[in-house]
């Protein structure tokens, strides 16, 4: 059985108090593992080590948004994963497409950062999604087909069970417009049939793997897209950062 996944990005949003507070809610209204839905959310890089002391043993996951695929070493301004075990951080999350967009990630530099994670026993959230105009020109799938291959290669099949995968349109992230749920589940469909071909043996591994969508989720359409047969959950900006939108989505 695949994990249903609620994640909550919370990007570059909140002050500490704010995080600090919606941490506190989410304690308080979301029962571990309620309804079978793992909870997990992404605060800033500033709030991780308070929010993740805050729901230490809560049962919800906390995650980085990013980190750097190194030990410690001379990277000024980023994180090292190895900083983010030391603070109770067991998952981070790769290839964002605002991180795509505006820091210029590539998919071997994700590449690198989820092997990175994986060898260190960290979970990866590996987002992929193609933006409007790839979508318009018919590109949709060779594009999430590359952001899969030349994202997940020369990972071993047996780190396939630290990874999740997030469907992220760009189209949809922020903007109110989410993929119909036909839509959504068709990428999801062949992201599972991508994975089923990395590898020898990886048809398995693609059945189990938990297939996040992002774009636009509300309490109001979630349950359509969770319906699907390849929808295993959300990844959630906007409403995750207000607690009764985010308990909505459970
Ligand atoms: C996101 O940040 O990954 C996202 C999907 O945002 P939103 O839910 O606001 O569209």
């Known amino acids: 059985m695949r994990k249903t996944v609620i994640a ?13 507070s919606l941490a506190q809610s989410i304690k308080e209204k979301i029962p571990p ?4 839905r793992v909870a997990l959310v992404f605060p800033s890089m500033i709030h991780l080590a308070s ?3 805050l729901l230490e043993g809560s049962g ?17 301004g980023e994180t090292s994963p190895e900083q983010l075990k030391e603070i109770g951080v067991g998952v981070v999350m790769i290839g964002h497409s605002e991180r795509r967009q505006f820091l210029g990630e590539s998919n071997s530099f994700c590449n690198e950062k989820v092997r990175f994670l994986l060898k260190e026993g960290f979970t990866a959230l ?19 087909g590359a952001q899969i291959r030349e994202g997940l290669q020369g990972i071993e099949s047996n780190s396939f069970s630290k990874l999740i995968l997030a469907y992220e349109p760009v189209w949809a992230i922020g903007t109110g417009k989410v993929a119909t749920p036909a839509q959504a589940q068709e990428v999801h469909a062949f992201i599972r049939k991508e994975v089923a071909g990395l590898f020898l043996g990886a048809a398995e591994v693609a059945q189990s793997i938990s ?10 359409n979630i349950q359509a897209l969770l319906k699907e047969a390849d929808i295993d959950g959300g990844l959630v900006g906007g409403a995750s950062q207000k607690i009764d939108s985010y308990a909505g989505l459970f």
């Open 51 to 53: 929010v993740a002391k």
């Open 211 to 220: 297939i996040l969508y992002g774009g636009s989720v509300k309490p109001d």
């Open 33 to 36: 593992k309620s309804k079978d």
């Open 8 to 20: 909550g990005n919370w990007k570059m949003n909140l002050s500490e108090k704010e995080a600090v």
């Open 126 to 144: 590996y987002c992929v999604g193609e933006t409007l105009s790839e979508r318009e020109s018919g590109k949709t799938f060779a594009v999430i």
């Open 60 to 76: 919800v996951l906390v995650g980085a948004q990013n980190c750097y695929p190194s030990g410690l070493a001379a990277f000024t």
